[in-house]
């Protein structure tokens, strides 16, 4: 089973990617290992004189529904093509002769190297240093910057089941979906059941929204031991941003 491209199955996604497009404006990652975390948070304290009679003491908990959820990446980076799609295509902004779009009188979008395609997306080989780059950049940038903020991860996964707990193939084959911490079922039906709204659904398709939040923290070794990749360590947090 491949994925959408053929290579990767861990993907950081920008607030500016396309829907419905794994590739565009976003960085493939080749990972080696994924450590995925939930920790709840529940309030408890040792009820009083619980146990003076029984022999047996209690605790009472409170579960409010509060629980973070990280991911840990580790792998490895090296020279990869990745695909950009700009609100503004406008030639101008690609006019490497001057300093500012407002100096330029560019006006050919066929001159440029790389060019653009009919849907104003542009392929670009980029070197393994310019990509670790890249993604210290984009963790560093803020919300306010779509073309900078890697605002979701998705991580593909063999599935079997979709969201109605029935057999996706007839064959019981499996299809990727994005990791998610969404259950299956409607609103208050099957392990949805007490459930008022949903906030996310269980993804029935590769296409489908992988998690939402923001990089905490991103790490890579330059090792000239290992010229041909770049070793990285990335945190990310699942969280609603603003």
């Not at 990972?31 to 009472?60: Q, Y």
């Not at 503004?88 to 779009?101: A, E, G, Q, R, T």
């Not at 900078?148 to 064959?171: C, F, G, T, W």
Request: charged share 25%; glycine share 4%; proline share 5%.
């Amino acid at each position: 089973m491949s994925s959408p491209d053929g290579t990767h199955y861990v993907f950081l996604r920008l607030g500016a990617s396309k829907k419905d497009d794994i590739q565009i404006n976003t960085i493939p990652l080749k990972a080696e290992t994924i450590s995925i975390a939930t920790n709840k948070t529940i309030p408890s304290f040792d009820v009083p004189f619980s146990g003076m009679f029984t022999g047996e003491s209690r605790t009472l908990a409170f579960n409010m529904g509060m629980a973070s959820k990280t991911i840990s990446v580790q792998g490895f980076i090296t020279d990869m093509t990745i695909i950009r799609r700009f609100d503004d295509d406008d030639p101008k902004n690609f006019d490497k002769s001057v300093d500012s779009p407002l100096e330029s009188n560019f006006d050919d979008d066929t001159a440029l190297s790389p060019s653009l395609n009919s849907d104003g997306e542009m392929s670009v080989d980029m070197t393994k240093e310019e990509i670790a780059q890249l993604i210290h950049s984009n963790t560093d940038g803020t919300a306010l910057q779509d073309m900078q903020n890697m605002n979701e991860i998705v991580i593909l996964i063999p599935s079997k089941v979709d969201s109605h707990y029935q057999y996706r193939n007839a064959d019981r084959s499996t299809d990727l979906i994005p990791w998610t911490f969404a259950a299956r079922g409607t609103v208050d039906a099957l392990d949805n059941e007490g459930t008022i709204v949903a906030t996310s659904a269980f993804p029935n398709s590769n296409t489908d929204s992988g998690m939402k939040g923001f990089v905490r923290s991103f790490s890579c070794d330059l090792n000239a031991e290992e010229p041909s990749a770049i070793s990285f360590q990335l945190e990310f947090e699942v969280a609603i941003t603003v």
